[in-house]
């Protein structure tokens, strides 16, 4: 992990405000995502401290990274997908990125999760294939950016 970036899971009202922070600036303002479609079921109160796994990255006190993940039915069985992976601009190119992944993996993981699946952004398909993760189907449409669904299954 990288040694100045701080992880842990959203407990708070004050940590949800920073993780809506971030989303909006990344994938609402910078991305041009509708933000109808960045907000969801995972986002609601009654989720977001439960059945859904939120995860902030902060240098310092400033929050700059932002993730989660949620069990979802996958080829018949229930995954861990990992999603939402948004770094502020002005923390990128530092490995924060790569620390949020790691983070996520051993979380879902450690919750006994042994498939994990994610929709990446397509240009990120290599970064996540460090990961090992592989490419499952071709290119689709999410939010207006192209991405690629990949797995990952933890060997026994």
């Not at 407990?11 to 993780?19: Q, R």
């Not at 859904?52 to 993940?69: E, K, M, N, S």
């Not at 990949?150 to 026994?156: H, I």
Request: charged content about 30%; proline content about 4%; glycine content about 6%.
């Amino acid at each position: 992990m990288t040694p100045d970036l701080i992880i842990r899971c959203v407990a708070t009202d004050a940590d949800w405000t920073e993780v809506k922070r971030i989303r909006r600036r990344v994938f609402i303002e910078e991305q041009a995502c509708p933000e109808d479609e960045e907000w969801d079921e995972h986002d609601l109160p009654e989720a977001r401290f439960s059945m859904c796994r939120h995860f902030l990255g902060f240098i310092g006190a400033d929050a700059v990274t932002t993730a989660r993940w949620h069990p979802q039915k996958f080829d018949g069985v229930t995954a861990a997908k990992l999603e939402r992976f948004a770094v502020l601009k002005e923390a990128r190119r530092r490995g924060y990125g790569k620390a949020m992944i790691e983070h996520l993996i051993d979380d879902a993981h450690a919750h006994g999760f042994e498939n994990i699946v994610l929709h990446a952004q397509a240009y990120l398909e290599d970064l996540y294939t460090e990961f090992g993760f592989v490419k499952v189907g071709e290119v689709f449409d999410e939010a207006g950016i192209p991405h690629v669904k990949m797995v990952s299954t933890l060997e026994p």
